[in-house]
T-cell receptor, first 111, second 113 residues
């Protein structure tokens, strides 16, 4: 069974400080990982996916298979980054994609 | 494009009453998901549809929950009878065939008193 762990419920950082939101997973196959974000009063939306190896809004995430991690990082936090962040793992099951979400981390950027 | 539409946005009912939620996915999206999100938790899958077929309903409490997607477009999730523990946000999401990215609706916040 696949499992996604986000150990921090709340992460508070000052504006301009680096940010790292932790995500660890357990999965025996080849994982496909995502970060979703939910800003206040907005719907949940995709932030980035590991296969794209992209940087979105200054955020990056590298899949580390040895440590089974997919931490989300940003070098300089901005106030508008304050939101709930969910790590998600997708596996192919029965011909379809099955997604498991972590419990989420609330990022609070202090001005 | 309107995105995934859900209604109602909020619902307050007394326990033992029935309740229904409606979702209209993004046009052309074959896959539709219903999730349950409790406070402080991530979304948990209740049921997933590929067109009109429920391909994963293993987490749906079938004694009181039911869902349908008759024409493979919009979907309804029903709870009958509702219990206090059903208070949560019910999210609908959709994706294109084989698509990895899910597009979420705004959710329905259910309060059972």
């Amino acid at each position: 069974a696949q499992r996604v762990t986000q150990p921090e419920k709340l992460l508070s950082v000052f504006k301009g400080a680096p940010v790292e939101l932790k995500c660890n997973y357990s999965y025996s196959g080849s994982p496909e990982l995502f970060w979703y974000v939910q800003y206040s009063r907005q719907r949940l939306q995709l932030l980035l996916r590991h296969i794209s190896r992209e940087s979105i809004k200054g955020f990056t995430a590298d899949l580390n298979k040895g440590e089974t991690s997919f931490h989300l990082k940003k070098p300089f936090a901005q106030e508008e980054d304050s939101a709930m962040y969910y790590c998600a793992l997708s596996e192919r099951s029965g011909g379809y994609q099955k997604v498991t979400f972590g419990t989420g981390t609330k990022l609070q950027v202090i001005p | 494009e309107a995105g995934v539409v859900q209604s109602p946005r909020y619902k307050i009912i007394e326990k033992k009453q029935p309740v229904a939620f409606w979702c209209n996915p993004i046009s052309g999206h074959n896959t539709l998901y219903w999730y349950l999100q409790n406070l402080g938790q991530g979304p948990e899958l209740l049921i997933r549809y590929e067109n009109e077929e429920a391909v994963d309903d293993s987490q749906l409490p079938k004694d009181r929950f039911s869902a349908e997607r008759l024409k493979g477009v919009d979907s309804t999730l029903k709870i009958q009878p509702a219990e206090l523990g059903d208070s949560a946000v019910y999210l609908c999401a959709s994706s294109s065939w084989g698509g990895r990215e899910q597009y979420f609706g705004p959710g329905t916040r259910l309060t059972v008193t």
